[in-house]
């Protein structure tokens, strides 16, 4: 499993602790950026991150800026993914198992690098169910062609 992952200044307190659990997840890891504190734009990385996804280059990603919000705005422009933007366990569970999210979004400003770290392995331990899903996906997909 390949994860991009994508961060502003806001959100780089995450990305280390939230690496790391990844990475002892048995997550390989492609860090997209930011690495410092200066001021940056988030709809850049949020980019980066969601076309890793869409080339196939990455399986799913992770987002972080201050709230989860924008980036989960950006990366939900991009044809085929489904980026959620959540602060807990349970959203994160339902995200993937109903939505086949692909990327996982949070905010620094909003939830903090522990419960970031549960909040990361709910995701991990989560998959897609399928079945009365699959038709709301395809709802979905027909959208995105509009």
Known sequence: MRYAVGCDHAGLILKEPLVAELKAQGVEVIDLG?????????????????????????????????????????ANKFKGIRAAAVSEGFSARMARAHNDANVL??????????????????????????????????????????
């Open 34 to 74: 930011t690495n410092s504190v200066e001021s940056t734009d988030y709809p850049l990385y949020a980019a980066a991150v969601a076309r890793a996804v869409q080339a196939g280059e990455a399986d799913a990603g992770l987002l972080l800026c201050g709230t989860g919000i924008g980036m989960s705005v950006v």
């Open 105 to 146: 979004c949070l905010g620094s400003r909003v939830v903090g690098p522990g419960a970031a770290v549960d909040v990361v392995r709910a995701w991990l331990a989560s998959t897609y169910e399928g079945g009365r899903h699959d038709r709301r996906l395809n709802l979905i997909t027909e959208a995105e062609e509009e």
